[in-house]
């Protein structure tokens, strides 16, 4: 039973000290994720959600708190993990621009995996498997391989940083607001892509985004984080018929939609309003408060702990903490 | 691909069309790249170039001593009857050279230590690093050179050592502040989400990026080191005569101010020219890099 | 709703040099804005949008060459003015917001000197009644405590803030047009809400134009009365803003529309075929023939002639021409 995790992060947080204080980025946060599937990470800026993705893949070493991957306890930085484990957890990064190198050749990008984990022998061997890769992301091979990134478009650099997070055939992949910076076409080209990529190796993966609409059709469990805080887990259908915590209604109202039956989806009677607070100097007890229609005595006082509500479905909110 | 397919790919790569048409933008760095050109060719030519080579080396006419400039002679002769324009030239021999063994021992050592530094800028390597780069900034630099000839016998081998010791910390300034701000980039987090090692991502990730910088530096450089050997050289503490160094030439010239004014003055020219012409290279090169 | 002409582009052809020759980009735009009327011009990047907005103020960039067409500012050629006249429009009547309120705004100062500094350059007034005129901007721009923003630096402000001094500084005074170039791409979901639902009000109160550029569909949507869609520096469809979006009659529009995800989960295209086109050697007719299914002979021949296929639809396209 607990081989079908194949993540699990309990009560991790990630605090920053600045001159201005400490940044409470992520802030005592636990979930668990499914293999085989897309879990879905939303929130806005503060949220602590690309944090949370930094910590998972390694780039910063966690506060406190523990991830366990394939059941492993991996809870420490980069410099500290056995190279296999970069072999298995990849992760394809929010800006196209400054995640290419601007003066390596497509080849030597996208083969740098192959070679630092001695999965080929010689150039030719490179080569062939590079081409496969980009064939994989839909990037003719001949046009692309020798090409440097400032020639190629942002959709293109993203599909090439794709390629190279999948070189090393990886099970999990975290994807921090990959399609953030680009183009509505071409977005939905490179999320047909990772779709097409995530049904053939089968992959697990982290989806980090701001895009509500984008999060209903791509993952398979939605994770709501606010100030460095979970607020809802819940399978998607489920938390887009139900939504239940008051900052998730804000947001799915707050969602510019083209159509008329989306229109309908949205949370009615609830505006956004107030601006988010600062991770330095959080709202007390309940962090969403501040801007809460429905806030009550206890929310100033007390943070509401995370309770299942229905079987899969969590929320942090003194709202449903009677039942 | 074959072989020529990839050696003409690579070339594309490098994006020298896009360089060339940036550089050769401003006038200036067009000016700038015929004289540094010019300098290049006289140094190397200078046995074939020179009207009297023979005067570069021991060699007294005291009959055609201090003749002021005419066609014989066009930049005039010096209290031994040599031909100044003959030793200018071979000045530029002298200096270019200096300024090739300095920037060829100082340059991938400041580079390196640079990059390590940079790299590890919390660790103690780097701050060791940084501290003893500053301990030799901190020191004016004729002033430090001037101690360390001094300290030696004088001679252009010795001079070029003492410049090289004080020049090295500007390229581990350059590229650790380089480095410090590249190892923030998404690539290099790739990389070493990737689990590239740390010596690939120094070298082959951070320091293609500053490529640029350290070329343009390199350039501008050719043009500081010569003046300040020819400094060196001004005070004795470089090449010895008969030795035609620029920067003697302008010490020995300048006890005949103003009247033997040629003796001086065409060799304090030629510094200028030599520096003029690198600084405007060196624009070139930046704006090529840049724009 | 006074239905006077503010802005008319008429026929716009602007192009770049570069080291590889001269970009034809903007080839014959054309546009209208009306006072109190809100316009929408939407399109993917590097389809002219941007381009178009800095030649209406004159600030394209130095390669930038207007080659033909006119831009009438109530009747007068902005493109033809003397110096003068240019500096007084820019000063009084039309202003512009840019997409990033960080770099938009200089960090040395605080946001009362700029504020000051603008208005005393453009209005000539003293002290105390400059500052008058900077807090009534904030306060319009719904600024929680003017005051204090005005002592403020931008950095001690949030996104949403700087924003909103932005557009507080856009209508200082009394301004005729507003472009607002990608106002809340760069904003969190919950304050874009706010930050357009503003924009939108005072826009109604002033009865000032206003151009909202954006890759932001489901934004302009919302929030403007026509619409302009711009393909590869073309307007190919044009007209109210529920007519175009509830029945997109150009193939790149309806393209683009699918390419939306939907907040309703259904399936979303897989983009759209092809790549955007090279300035340099543009497609020949109809740039956007390589890529569309309905393409004809004619569509590779020449532009086609705008029809109004229903009262206040125009499309620009040889599928519509037989009627």
């Known amino acids: 039973?607990?081989?079908?995790?194949?993540?699990?992060?309990?009560?991790?947080?990630?605090?920053?000290?600045?001159?201005?204080?400490?940044?409470?980025?992520?802030?005592?946060?636990?979930?668990?994720?499914?293999?085989?599937?897309?879990?879905?990470?939303?929130?806005?800026?503060?949220?602590?959600?690309?944090?949370?993705?930094?910590?998972?893949?390694?780039?910063?070493?966690?506060?406190?708190?523990?991830?366990?991957?394939?059941?492993?306890?991996?809870?420490?930085?980069?410099?500290?993990?056995?190279?296999?484990?970069?072999?298995?957890?990849?992760?394809?990064?929010?800006?196209?621009?400054?995640?290419?190198?601007?003066?390596?050749?497509?080849?030597?990008?996208?083969?740098?995996?192959?070679?630092?984990?001695?999965?080929?022998?010689?150039?030719?061997?490179?080569?062939?498997?590079?081409?496969?890769l980009l064939e994989m992301v839909e990037l003719p091979p001949e046009d692309f391989m020798y090409r440097r990134p400032v020639d190629i478009g942002g959709g293109e650099k993203q599909a090439v940083s794709i390629a190279r997070a999948i070189a090393t055939n990886p099970s999990f992949v975290i994807f921090d607001e990959p399609t953030s910076a680009l183009d509505v076409s071409i977005q939905a080209k490179i999320i047909n892509s990772i779709l097409n990529i995530q049904r053939e190796f089968k992959l697990t993966s982290l989806f980090i985004t701001h895009d509500l609409s984008l999060m209903r059709n791509i993952s398979s469990e939605v994770t709501i984080m606010y100030l460095g805080k979970v607020c809802e887990i819940a399978p998607t259908d489920v938390f887009f018929q139900k939504p239940l915590h008051p900052y998730t209604q804000m947001l799915l109202s707050s969602v510019p939609v083209l159509t008329k039956e989306e229109e309908e989806l949205k949370p009615k009677g609830i505006k956004s309003i107030g601006e988010i607070g600062s991770p330095i100097h959080p709202p007390s007890g309940c962090r969403f408060h501040p801007r809460c229609p429905y806030a009550k005595e206890i929310c100033k006082k007390k943070e509401p702990r995370l309770i299942e509500v229905e079987p899969g479905h969590f929320v942090a909110c003194h709202l449903y903490a009677e039942k | 691909m074959s072989r020529a397919t990839i050696l003409s790919e690579w070339w594309k790569t490098l994006e020298i069309k896009k360089k060339w048409y940036n550089f050769r933008r401003s006038p200036l760095s067009l000016i700038g790249l015929i004289i540094s050109l010019s300098t290049v060719i006289l140094a190397i030519f200078a046995p074939w170039i020179a009207p009297y080579p023979e005067h570069a080396g021991f060699y007294t006419d005291f009959e055609h001593a201090n003749l002021p400039p005419s066609w014989q002679h066009l930049f005039g002769t010096d209290e031994f009857g040599r031909d100044v324009l003959s030793r200018t030239i071979f000045g530029f021999r002298y200096s270019l050279m200096m300024a090739a063994v300095v920037l060829t021992l100082v340059v991938p050592a400041g580079v390196i230590l640079g990059l390590i530094a940079g790299y590890y800028r919390e660790r103690w390597i780097g701050k060791l690093i940084m501290r003893i780069s500053d301990i030799f900034i901190a020191v004016p630099p004729l002033v430090l050179a001037l101690s360390v000839c001094s300290l030696l016998t004088p001679s252009a081998f010795n001079a070029m050592m003492a410049v090289s010791l004080m020049w090295w910390p500007w390229y581990t300034r350059l590229l650790y502040n380089i480095t410090s701000s590249i190892k923030e980039e998404y690539f290099v987090y790739a990389a070493k989400v990737t689990g590239a090692s740390s010596a690939h991502i120094m070298f082959k990730e951070i320091f293609p990026n500053a490529m640029g910088a350290v070329l343009t530096k390199i350039t501008l450089d050719v043009g500081w080191v010569i003046l300040l050997g020819a400094s060196l050289s001004f005070v004795g503490l470089g090449a010895q005569p008969p030795t035609p160094d620029l920067g003697t030439m302008v010490s020995d010239g300048a006890k005949f101010l103003p009247d033997y004014w040629w003796i001086s003055m065409f060799p304090a020219l030629a510094i200028s020219y030599i520096i003029l012409g690198f600084n405007l290279l060196g624009d070139g090169i930046k704006d090529a890099f840049e724009g | 709703m006074n239905k006077d002409i503010l802005l008319e582009v008429k026929n716009l052809h602007v192009g770049y040099k570069t080291h590889m020759g001269i970009s034809q980009v903007l080839q014959g735009v054309h546009l209208t804005v009306r006072k109190g009327e809100r316009i929408g011009v939407i399109g993917e990047s590097g389809s002219g949008k941007t381009t178009t907005m800095k030649s209406i103020l004159k600030i394209l960039p130095s390669n930038g060459m207007i080659k033909e067409g006119e831009i009438l500012y109530q009747g007068r050629n902005i493109l033809e003015m003397k110096q003068e006249e240019l500096l007084e429009l820019r000063r009084k009547k039309i202003s512009m917001i840019f997409q990033d309120p960080t770099s938009a705004l200089n960090p040395l100062f605080k946001v009362g000197q700029l504020m000051l500094d603008i208005i005393k350059y453009s209005y000539n007034l003293e002290e105390t009644e400059a500052k008058e005129m900077a807090l009534k901007a904030l306060?319009?721009?719904?600024?929680?405590?003017?005051?204090?923003?005005?002592?403020?630096?931008?950095?001690?402000?949030?996104?949403?803030?700087?924003?909103?001094?932005?557009?507080?500084?856009?209508?200082?005074?009394?301004?005729?047009?507003?472009?607002?170039?990608?106002?809340?791409?760069?904003?969190?979901?919950?304050?874009?809400?706010?930050?357009?639902?503003?924009?939108?009000?005072?826009?109604?109160?002033?009865?000032?134009?206003?151009?909202?550029?954006?890759?932001?569909?489901?934004?302009?949507?919302?929030?403007?009365?026509?619409?302009?869609?711009?393909?590869?520096?073309?307007?190919?469809?044009?007209?109210?803003?529920?007519?175009?979006?509830?029945?997109?009659?150009?193939?790149?529009?309806?393209?683009?529309?699918?390419?939306?995800?939907?907040?309703?989960?259904?399936?979303?295209?897989?983009?759209?075929?092809?790549?955007?086109?090279?300035?340099?050697?543009?497609?020949?007719?109809?740039?956007?023939?390589?890529?569309?299914?309905?393409?004809?002979?004619?569509?590779?021949?020449?532009?086609?002639?705008?029809?109004?296929?229903?009262?206040?639809?125009?499309?620009?396209?040889?599928?519509?021409?037989?009627?």
């Not at chain 1, 992760?91 to 001695?118: C, E, T, W, Y």
């Not at chain 3, 939306?260 to 023939?289: A, D, M, Q, W």
């Open chain 3, 139 to 323: 306060r319009d721009a719904a600024l929680p405590d003017p005051e204090r923003v005005f002592d403020s630096y931008p950095f001690q402000l949030s996104g949403g803030m700087r924003q909103r001094v932005c557009i507080a500084l856009a209508l200082i005074g009394d301004r005729e047009l507003i472009i607002a170039d990608e106002p809340t791409t760069n904003l969190d979901v919950t304050i874009k809400a706010q930050v357009l639902n503003l924009l939108t009000k005072l826009v109604r109160e002033r009865n000032v134009g206003w151009i909202f550029v954006s890759q932001a569909l489901g934004a302009v949507r919302e929030n403007v009365d026509r619409v302009y869609v711009m393909y590869a520096g073309n307007i190919i469809e044009w007209g109210q803003t529920e007519k175009v979006f509830s029945n997109p009659l150009h193939p790149y529009t309806q393209k683009l529309l699918e390419c939306v995800p939907k907040l309703t989960g259904t399936e979303f295209s897989k983009g759209i075929r092809g790549r955007v086109p090279n300035y340099f050697n543009p497609p020949s007719g109809c740039r956007f023939h390589p890529r569309c299914d309905f393409v004809m002979d004619e569509c590779k021949k020449t532009f086609p002639e705008p029809v109004e296929v229903e009262t206040g639809h125009f499309v620009a396209c040889n599928l519509y021409r037989r009627r």
């Open chain 1, 1 to 132: 039973m607990e081989n079908e995790y194949i993540l699990k992060i309990q009560n991790l947080k990630k605090y920053f000290e600045t001159p201005y204080g400490t940044v409470r980025a992520v802030d005592d946060i636990s979930l668990k994720v499914r293999k085989g599937t897309t879990m879905g990470l939303v929130g806005e800026s503060g949220s602590g959600k690309s944090t949370t993705g930094h910590v998972v893949v390694g780039l910063f070493p966690p506060t406190s708190g523990k991830i366990f991957f394939k059941n492993k306890d991996i809870s420490v930085p980069l410099e500290k993990r056995p190279k296999e484990l970069k072999r298995d957890i990849q992760m394809v990064f929010q800006d196209p621009a400054s995640s290419l190198n601007p003066k390596k050749i497509i080849r030597d990008i996208v083969g740098l995996p192959l070679k630092v984990h001695k999965m080929v022998q010689t150039k030719e061997e490179l080569e062939e498997k590079v081409a496969k």
